[in-house]
């Protein structure tokens, strides 16, 4: 499994305690969002000398690097946004230690979703029909991305539901793309459509700049798991029950005429 895959499924936890009986360690949550800059291979070597590469979790650049730049990312989490690739470029990345891609065309050729370790993403569109998003969701895609060009503060109730209503089309990780880092509460309501990351211009980034959006990002609570409660429940044909919050639940009456009822909940991925 490609790490930024790994690093999405980890957001949120707990480190483990360690074993023995030492003096107490004080636990820290995982972050509630990923942070991924993006920039040019050109800008790599500013982001490494000011030392603002190290306030992010990934970096993401723009096209496929030469060997150098490659190699000068070291131990620093990458991967690439490409347009075309064939079976030699990809092989080409994947041994330079690229872990994803961000296909940018969907004029790629189809083996640029071959399975071979690194993870993938595309865009999702913000007015995604059924259709698409049912595709979506079979195709090998680990995330999508969503175009979030949003000035801080103007979140409006009317876009949180437009970008609601397009992530709830589909049920894999979602990072969202934008131009400038949303409000501490307005990422906070972006996290819980659910958003596990944000991918933010990073070119000219000083370490001031990335440790503040480190800051901002590492405020927000990790996201609360669903209660039984809170995920949707799809009724039954049959009787109904009302429990004591006065909420119903159907469900159909079994022929054997036990007290074991099969109710059919589904939610998204958390």
């Known amino acids: 499994m490609a790490k930024l895959i790994e690093r999405l499924h980890e957001l949120g936890k707990t480190e483990s305690a360690p074993i023995g009986f030492g003096r107490p360690v004080k636990r820290k949550h995982k972050p509630g969002l990923l942070v991924i800059g993006e ?55 994947k041994e330079s230690g690229c872990d994803f891609i961000l296909v940018e065309s969907e004029e790629a050729p189809a083996v640029i979703l071959r399975d071979d370790g690194m993870a993938r993403g595309k865009e999702l569109p913000l007015d995604v029909t059924e259709r698409q998003a049912r595709v979506l969701e079979d195709l090998p895609f ?19 539901l437009e970008f609601q209503a397009a992530v709830s089309m589909v049920g894999k990780h979602i990072v969202l793309e934008v131009s400038e880092l949303p409000s501490e509460s307005e990422l906070s309501l972006l996290r819980d459509l659910p958003v596990d990351a944000v991918i933010v211009p ?41 429990d004591a919050e006065g909420h119903e639940d159907g469900f159909e009456e079994d022929d054997d005429d036990d007290d074991d009822f099969d109710f059919d909940t589904r939610s998204r991925r958390f």
């Open 142 to 160: 680990d995330f999508l991305t969503l175009k979030y060009n949003v000035k801080p503060e103007k979140l409006t109730v009317a876009g949180l």
């Open 39 to 93: 920039a040019s291979s050109g800008q790599i070597k500013s982001l490494l000398s000011k030392g603002a590469i190290e306030h992010l979790d990934a970096v993401l650049l723009a096209g496929t690097p030469s060997g150098e730049v490659a190699k000068s990312l070291g131990d620093v989490l990458w991967g690439a946004r490409v347009s075309k690739l064939d079976e030699k470029g990809l092989d080409e990345l």
């Open 202 to 242: 990073a070119g000219g980034l000083t370490a001031k700049q990335g440790k503040s959006i480190r800051k901002a990002i590492d405020a927000i609570d990790p996201r609360k798991p669903r209660s039984h409660h809170d995920e949707p429940t799809i009724a039954q044909s049959g009787k109904t029950i009302v």
